[in-house]
Each structure stands twice: as C-alpha cells, then as structure tokens.
C-alpha cells in the first residue's frame, strides 16, 4: 500500500471545505459535532478513493470503488442530519457504524491475495 502525498493532501482540503460547509449551514447545538465527523468520515473515505494505491490493481479497483460508494453514503447521510435536528448518540452510532464497516469492508478487501 502506497500513499500519493499530493492527492492525499487534496483530498483532505477538499473534505475540510465540505466539513465548512455543514458548520456554516447548520443551526443546532451540535454544529461542532457534525463538521468533526464528516470530516473525519469523508476524509477517510476520500483519501482511500484517490490516495492509496495498493501493490495489485485488481484490489486497488475494489477499494476504490468501495470507498466512493461509502463516500457518497457519508455525504448523503451528512447532509440528512444537516436538515434535521438529531441527538448526539444518533449521529455518533450512525456514522460509527458506517465507518467500521467500511473499514472491515476495506481491510478484508486488501487482505485477499487473489
């Protein structure tokens, strides 16, 4: 597995703006709650999207795909909290959720030598 510096980095500007985005646009009490975890969350998925590159491409394909799946899932879910009011444990079980199993999704994924 190898990391693209620059494309890391634009990733992680990119997913910063987004995360802006949801503190500039909600109202709650939790503003501070959802841009840390879409931050966070799309980071994650994002880098994995355009930063890694594993050493065989069929698995580099596959984690690709998988994490921009789970990168518009992250958006999508985001943004449904953005316009609704929602309690702390919600937002933190949801995305907790989401976010390991993308990462079982992806660890197995890149430990099957095919």
Do not use: H, W
Not at 15 to 29: N, S
Not at 66 to 87: D, E, K, P, T
Not at 94 to 108: A, D, E, P, R
Request: with cysteine; net charge positive; charged share 10%.
């Amino acid at each position: 597995m190898k990391f693209n510096l620059i494309t890391t980095i634009i990733a992680i500007a990119i997913c910063l703006l987004i995360a802006y985005g949801f503190y500039a646009f909600f109202d709650g009490e939790q503003k501070l709650l959802l841009s840390v975890g879409s931050f966070l969350f799309l980071t994650l998925t994002l880098i994995t999207v355009i930063g890694i590159k594993f050493d065989q491409s069929r698995t580099t394909v596959n984690v690709r795909v998988v994490s921009g799946i789970f990168f518009i899932i992250a958006l999508i879910s985001n943004f449904i909290f953005l316009f609704c009011q929602f309690s702390n444990p919600v937002y933190i079980l949801t995305n907790g959720i989401l976010l390991l199993v993308f990462i079982f999704i992806v660890y197995s994924i890149s430990k099957t030598k095919v």
